[in-house]
C-alpha cells in the first residue's frame, strides 16, 4: 500500500513494546468504519504518500469518495487508479497548498464538483528541524511552513467550511503534532510555531461551528516512521508506523472524539504548565550538551 521505512514486523522487539506502551493506537472495526464513510465525500490532502495514501485506501476500502489532493499529479493518479482498481471511488486534484488563489480555486471546484464534502482530513505537511542560528539567512523556512500549516488549510475550510455549516454536518480532522501539547523544543522553531497556529484557530473555530453540527479532531500525532521524518534520524526512537497512524486517522472518522493524543501527554502538559522554568532550564542544558 505504501512505502514504510520502518514496518510494523520489522521493529525490534524492545521497540514494539515501548511503542505499544507510549503510543497505543486503535483501529476501529471494519463495519464501525463502513458505517461512518459508506456513501459518504472524504477530502485528504497530502495524500500522494505515507499516512495520508494509506488513510485514503482504507477509507475508500470502507466505501468513501475520497478525493486526493497533493502536489504531484503522477503520485496522485497512481493512487486513484490502485483505489479504482480495488473497488473504490476516487479522484485525484493535484494542487499547490501554499499557492493561496490555487488552494481557493481547489475548494470552489470541489463544491462544484460534488456539491459538498463530509469530511476533510488536514494531513498535508511540512517539516523542518533546524537551529536557529542556521536559520538566520532562511527566513523562508518559516514561510514554507507557515504558508503549508497554516494559511494553506485556513484558506481551503474558509471557502469549503459555509457548505458543512449551512447543511448542519461535517468533520473536520486535523492532523497536528504531541509537540503542540509540550514545551518548545529546540530546533523545532519553524514547525513548531506553524503547527501550533492552526491548533489554536482550528479549536477557535470549532467552538464557533460546533452548533451548525461540524464537529472536529485534533491529532495530536506521535513521531511517524515516515519520508518526512526521515531526514532526521530517528530509527532508535519508538514510533508509530504509517499503518498504525492511519488507524488512528480511521478512528478520527469513525468515532469523532475532540482529541487523540498519547495517554501521558495530559499529566506532562500539566506538569510543565505547574514547573515552566524548570522545564525550560532542562530543555537549554539539554540542547547545551
Not at 86 to 92: E, K, P
Not at 160 to 178: E, K
Not at 270 to 276: G, P
Request: hydrophobic share 40%; with cysteine.
Amino acid at each position: 500500500m505504501d512505502e514504510t521505512p520502518v514496518s510494523r514486523n520489522r521493529r525490534p522487539f524492545t521497540e514494539r513494546l515501548a511503542t505499544w506502551l507510549l503510543y497505543p493506537s486503535s483501529r476501529p472495526r471494519a463495519q464501525s468504519l463502513r458505517a461512518a464513510v459508506d456513501g459518504k465525500i472524504v477530502l485528504v490532502t497530502g495524500a500522494s504518500y505515507g499516512i495520508g495514501k494509506a488513510s485514503a485506501h482504507k477509507l475508500a476500502a470502507a466505501g468513501a469518495t475520497v478525493l486526493l489532493v497533493a502536489r504531484s499529479a503522477d503520485e496522485l493518479d497512481r493512487l486513484a487508479a490502485e483505489i479504482t482498481t480495488a473497488g473504490g471511488t476516487a479522484h485525484a486534484y493535484p494542487a499547490d497548498l501554499t499557492d493561496m488563489d490555487a488552494v481557493e480555486q481547489l475548494g470552489r471546484g470541489l463544491l462544484d464538483q460534488h456539491g459538498h464534502l463530509d469530511v476533510i482530513i488536514n494531513n498535508a505537511g511540512k517539516s523542518i528541524r533546524r537551529p536557529i542560528d542556521e536559520s538566520y539567512d532562511r527566513f523562508h523556512d518559516f514561510t514554507r511552513t507557515i504558508d503549508l500549516n497554516y494559511l494553506g488549510p485556513v484558506r481551503l475550510l474558509l471557502t469549503v467550511l459555509p457548505t458543512m455549516r449551512a447543511r448542519g454536518q461535517g468533520h473536520l480532522v486535523n492532523m497536528s503534532t504531541w509537540g503542540v501539547l509540550m514545551p518548545p523544543a529546540p530546533r523545532w522553531a519553524a514547525y513548531g510555531a506553524s503547527k501550533a497556529a492552526f491548533d489554536v484557530w482550528l479549536r477557535s473555530v470549532a467552538a464557533e461551528a460546533a452548533s451548525d453540527g461540524v464537529t472536529t479532531t485534533s491529532i495530536y500525532m506521535p513521531l511517524v516512521h515516515t519520508r518526512m521524518s526521515a531526514p532526521t534520524d530517528f530509527s532508535r526512537v519508538p514510533g508509530l508506523t504509517i499503518d498504525e497512524a492511519s488507524d488512528l486517522v480511521c478512528h478520527a472518522v469513525t468515532a469523532k472524539p475532540r482529541e487523540i493524543a498519547p495517554w501521558w501527554s495530559a499529566p506532562v502538559q500539566a506538569w510543565t504548565d505547574l514547573n515552566r522554568p524548570h522545564a525550560q532550564r532542562f530543555l537549554e542544558r539539554r540542547f547545551r550538551r
